[in-house]
């Protein structure tokens, strides 16, 4: 199933071929997920979005237009998925657990220093536009090409570039202040 295009594996999906399906979410997990996490900016929240998405993805298949065009379509839920999310947790968000409380890894200093390097990549992602984040995260955490990019976000390939230009210069600017962060200083 690995070599089959989107389009073969949404015809397949929608006859339900679970498999195909499958295939489908393997294909498109971590954008998705990172789409997610540029929009609501927090790892559960973003854990919450992936998965509504796959299974609003999974019940509204047959209204994939475009079968070819299916990660555009895929991500564009992603968006709305997120930003809904966003709204009815802004209700209902309580105190957070902190990070010291979960199961063993790094020691308490080590988990305190990863906590605030995070906050501050975190703070310096949301400075960014939406966009940018998404740029930025598709193509720096997730490997993806510009013009992949570009044609999953329906925007060309130049625009592509320019934004993750931006971006980058802005979190080089944000961040300065941490580029010698952990050698003492």
Not at 82 to 101: F, K, T, V, Y
Not at 118 to 139: D, F, K, M, P, Y
Request: glycine share 8%; proline share 4%.
């Amino acid at each position: 199933m690995k070599e089959l295009p989107d389009a073969e594996l949404v015809i397949r999906a929608r006859s339900g071929d679970g498999a195909a399906f499958g295939e489908l979410v393997g294909r498109y997990r971590r954008a998705v997920y990172s789409v997610a996490l540029a929009v609501t900016g927090r790892h559960q929240d973003a854990e919450d979005a992936t998965q509504e998405s796959f299974m609003v993805a999974l019940q509204r298949l047959e209204e994939c237009r475009s079968p070819a065009r299916f990660a555009g379509w895929l991500l564009a839920i992603a968006r709305n998925r997120s930003r809904n999310l966003i709204r009815r947790e802004s209700l209902r968000r309580g105190d957070e657990i902190p990070a010291s409380a979960s199961s063993p890894g790094p020691g308490p200093e080590r988990a305190a220093d990863i906590s605030v390097l995070r906050g501050r990549l975190t703070e310096a992602l949301n400075t960014l536009s939406e966009v940018q984040r998404e740029i930025t995260l598709l193509h720096d955490l997730e490997g993806w090409k510009h013009a992949e990019i570009a044609e999953k976000l329906g925007m060309p390939a130049g625009t592509v570039r320019s934004h993750l230009h931006f971006a980058r210069k802005a979190l080089r600017v944000r961040l300065a202040e941490w580029k010698d962060y952990g050698k003492g200083g």
